[in-house]
């Protein structure tokens, strides 16, 4: 069968066709509704309207997406981001450890045409609903949960310093990251690493 490379996945993959007809119809569906939401706004959009403009059923779209919201603040990269934690390097400490993933994720991520739309950050920071549930996606995928830096750290998942780090470490970054309108912003990685860098010195002023 012949295989290639779907949008949103690493150029090392090589995927069949069917995966990538879903590649493009997800794709689809998110090009309308970025079209029905610059058009009427986020609001008074709906599911019926996109997948219309997208030009596929109403079934078709729940296939794809559980609702509008994960239409916006999806964005296909598990796979790549449970990669660059299993090629994890051994011996990191904790910080070193938030820092080579902070690395990664934003490679990943900006590889990405969708996780790095500048009109989807827009979108996001304009809606709280929006804003709230990207928090806890962003957060997910930096860290999941408290379960990656407790294996790798060898340490138990309710150890309460790992938790305060975990805890501290999430508070400052998600911040930081979600001033910026534009996730493609080339300082925001070494604005990250900073704050990183500040943390691990006691936060001096």
Known sequence: MTSTTAPGQSPGRRVGLREKHKARTRTAIREAAMRLFDQ??????TVEQIAKEADVSHTTFFRYFTS???VVISDDLAEE?????AALPSGLGHFDLL??????IYRIGMADPWASNPDRM????????LQTAFQIESDRSLFGGVAVFADYLG?????PRLRVFVSAARGVLMHIANDSPDPRDEGMLTTLLEAVDLL??????
């Open 40 to 45: 009427q706004g986020y609001t008074p959009t």
């Open 68 to 70: 509008k919201e994960q």
């Open 81 to 85: 981001r449970a990669a660059a934690i």
């Open 99 to 104: 820092r080579v993933l902070l690395r990664e």
């Open 122 to 129: 827009r979108l996001i920071q304009s809606e709280p609903a």
């Open 155 to 159: 340490l138990d998942p309710d150890n």
């Open 200 to 205: 691990e010195q006691g936060l001096p002023l």
